[in-house]
């Protein structure tokens, strides 16, 4: 609805959650649409991503995965009760959206915006904590008997 009244006129691919049991759940919303919808079935969300000008959904990896490359990301949680479970929406690398009337200048100011250069620099403190390192270091002292 929101897509159709920007006039969004790229095709919008819809990529629907591997564990999702009724596939064809949004065949009627797309069938009455005006706009290019289709459910992608066979590209992986990495290439799906990279292809994007915009990638909207709930609270998954994939949003935090976008935003990581730059991907203008909205995080649409509608009426969401309690703390919201994004990460990439604490670190202001995504867009949280909790109220439909509120969704509509989300997407147009973030295809404005475009590519989001410094997500990377934003959260790098946060996953740059030599995780391998450590890891290497607790090996290290297994093999040798420390532990």
């Known amino acids: 609805e929101i897509l159709e009244k920007l006039k ?13 049991k ?3 759940k949004f065949n009627k919303v ?8 289709n459910v992608e079935k066979k590209q992986s969300s990495e290439t799906l991503i990279k292809k ?4 909207i959904g709930m609270n998954s990896a994939i949003l935090f995965q976008a935003a990581l490359v730059g991907k203008p990301v909205i995080s649409y949680q509608p009426n969401l009760k309690g703390l919201d479970p994004l990460i990439s929406n604490r670190l202001r690398v995504s867009k949280a959206v909790y109220k439909k009337e509120d ?3 989300a997407i147009k100011q973030a295809l404005s915006e475009g590519p989001q250069k ?12 030599n995780s391998v390192g450590k890891v290497i270091t607790l090996i290290n002292k297994i093999i040798n008997g420390a532990i």
């Open 8 to 20: 969004i006129e790229l095709p919008v691919k819809l990529k629907l959650h591997p564990r999702t």
């Open 22 to 24: 009724k596939k064809d």
């Open 30 to 37: 797309i069938s009455n649409s005006k706009l290019k919808i």
């Open 52 to 55: 994007s000008k915009l990638v």
């Open 103 to 105: 969704l509509y200048q």
């Open 118 to 129: 410094n997500n990377f620099q934003r959260i790098k403190k946060y996953i740059n904590k």
